[in-house]
């Protein structure tokens, strides 16, 4: 009896060893459209559909760089131990490789699954190319951040600490933030905790908003000090002190010694510091633009003029030398040509 429960013991064993992990099993699951091209590099797989050779082995180049960036806010925290990038032509297929029971938005540019340690990444959504490298590394940012955190944080902080360590400015969102500077018209931090507003002006605001007060958080010091930067330490705490299982609040008061509502009032005044003199600098650029112009096209009508005139000049030119080359008449010539017949 004793020697059978061994062998039970034994085979159960095997049975919990040889189970892939939640993450292992979504990377083994065939996706619903070829992806032929496979680059692998330690804990790094990229899958690419035909045609995607370039840009794969792009995309595998930059990655372990990104992560390692990602990381240095991430210090002692946890990391995906596996993960995977899937690379298709169209955003509209990014659903069909996404981990099993799960979907994608149709006009996305890429998405992150941290549970599973994959991200899907489109080249073009409709009919506009993406940016491959800077979606790379804003969905590996999700995927690490959600590794770190247990995907304890909110909705602001996930899409700010993203838009840290990718290239993704814009003169929109500029434009969106300029506004709020002047209007005052801000979303409140609790109303973005779990989810953006559907609204297309709403969450583009969300958006704006969020990686501009995350960002904040990133370059503010322990104290309130402007010249105090302070490594970005604070920040990297805050995110540790939440990866403990502290809200927010918590851990902004335990790495930054004040709460979220001071932090978001701190982060107000600094947008209105940087954006209030916008409109008048725009006006000034509009001026210097315009200015611009208007050389660049008198330069161009001088030139269609002196054209015109070296045209003039050519074909009195060309005149003179035909003259020139007509043999003249003789004497007997002209008097033949007087004479009657």
């Known amino acids: ?67 390692a960036e990602i990381r240095g806010d991430l210090a002692d925290l946890d990391v995906p131990k596996h993960v995977e990038l899937r690379l298709v032509h169209k955003s ?9 029971g799960h979907g994608a938005p149709s006009w996305a540019a890429g998405v992150a699954y941290s549970s599973f340690g994959v991200v899907t990444i489109a080249h073009a959504s409709g009919t506009e190319l993406n940016d491959v490298l ?39 969102r500029m434009q969106v933030l300029t506004g709020m500077a002047w209007s005052g018209n801000t979303i409140p931090l609790a109303n973005l905790d779990s989810s953006f507003p559907a609204a297309e002006i709403e969450v583009h605001k969300a ?44 851990a902004a008061r335990k790495a930054f010694g004040v709460g979220l509502t001071k932090l978001y009032g701190e982060w107000y005044e600094d947008l209105r510091s940087r954006y209030m ?22 330069y161009m009508r001088k030139t269609r003029k002196a054209k015109r005139i070296l045209a003039i000049w050519e074909a009195e030119e060309r005149a ?9 008449l003789s004497v007997s010539t002209l008097a033949s040509q007087s004479s009657p017949s």
């Open 277 to 298: 003199l916008v409109p008048a600098s725009l006006f000034g650029l509009f001026v210097w633009s315009f200015a611009a112009l208007l050389l660049v096209i008198g």
């Open 320 to 328: 003179r030398s035909e003259a020139l080359l007509v043999p003249p």
């Open 92 to 100: 509209s297929s990014l659903p069909n490789v996404a981990p099993p």
């Open 134 to 172: 800077s979606v790379t590394a804003h969905e590996l940012s999700h995927l690490a951040l959600g590794a770190a955190l247990h995907d304890r944080a909110p909705r602001w902080l996930n899409e700010g600490f993203a838009y840290l360590h990718s290239s993704d400015w814009s003169i929109a």
């Open 1 to 67: 009896m004793r020697h059978l429960f061994d062998i039970l013991l034994a085979i159960a064993l095997v049975l919990v060893l040889t189970v892939p992990s939640h993450a292992e099993s979504a990377a083994l699951q065939p996706t619903q459209i070829a992806l032929p091209i496979v680059i692998e590099s330690d804990n790094l797989v990229v899958r690419a559909e035909a045609g995607m050779e370039n840009l794969a082995r792009k995309v595998a180049n930059a990655s372990p760089g990104f992560l």
């Open 207 to 250: 958006y704006a908003q969020s990686y501009d007060f995350v960002a904040f958080l990133a370059r503010r010091g322990r104290y309130v000090d402007k010249e105090d930067e302070g490594d970005r330490w604070p920040f990297r705490n805050f995110l540790a002190h939440i990866a403990d299982g502290r809200t927010t609040d918590e």
